[in-house]
């Protein structure tokens, strides 16, 4: 018991997102189930929120999952991603690098598809505008960005560049379920925000550690 306190005490901010994942799952029922469209209109986050300054969902979509696998998919990565982040640099900076990503990625990506309206429909993704999606996976990128700019050198660009690659590729990889491309392009690009946002603010802030 002993040893699985002093564990939390050098997580806690990781601690804290987890019981938060779990209290949500809860309260929407997505343990084992999928969310229903009910709880996505009240905790998800279009690009159109942003205008209407729905301002709240920023924050209540990122404790809410789609369910069933993906709950437990979110529990894991976030233990990994952002336990490992705060084990490396402590809570503030992992905290400060989750929300204050997540939070940049979601607010650019609405700019983005604000300025491109026009592009987004020629090409069928019109509806990406109003598509409401939850999940903390634009945090857990950007601590993942966090500790891949962490790694010794050359790894940490070699890390870097494997995984935008990666992020890129997902883009143009079509939804199984045509309903579901508004979704999954939503999430792709943000996805492709997070991670180098991530990875750069945490190798902008390492190099400044190392002149100073």
């Not at 336990?83 to 990506?109: D, N, P, R, Y």
């Not at 070699?158 to 309903?179: D, E, K, Q, Y």
């Not at 979704?183 to 945490?202: N, T, Y």
């Amino acid at each position: 018991m002993k040893k699985i306190i002093g564990f939390i005490q050098k997580v806690p901010f990781t601690t804290t997102i987890l019981v938060c994942l779990v209290l949500a799952a809860l309260l929407t029922n997505t343990v084992f189930q999928e969310i229903t469209q009910k709880w996505i209109n009240l905790s998800g986050f279009s690009a159109s929120d942003l205008w209407y300054w729905r301002l709240e969902r920023l924050f209540t979509s990122a404790f809410v999952t789609s369910g069933k696998l993906v709950f437990w998919e979110a529990l894991f990565l976030v233990a990994l991603c952002v336990g490992t982040a705060e084990w490396m640099t402590g809570w503030k900076q992992t905290a400060a690098t989750f929300w204050g990503v997540h939070l940049f990625s979601l607010i650019l990506f609405s700019l983005i598809m604000a300025l491109m309206a026009h592009q987004f429909r020629y090409i069928g993704l019109e509806a990406s505008e109003i598509a409401r999606d939850v999940g903390p996976s634009a945090g857990y990128f950007a601590c993942l960005g966090l500790v891949s700019a962490r790694v010794k050198h050359p790894w940490n660009w070699l890390s870097a560049a494997v995984l935008s690659l990666f992020f890129i590729v997902s883009v143009f990889i079509p939804a199984p379920v045509s309903g579901g491309a508004a979704i999954k392009f939503s999430a792709d690009m943000v996805h492709l925000i997070a991670f180098p946002v991530g990875w750069a603010s945490s190798y902008l802030i390492l190099r400044r550690k190392k002149t100073n």
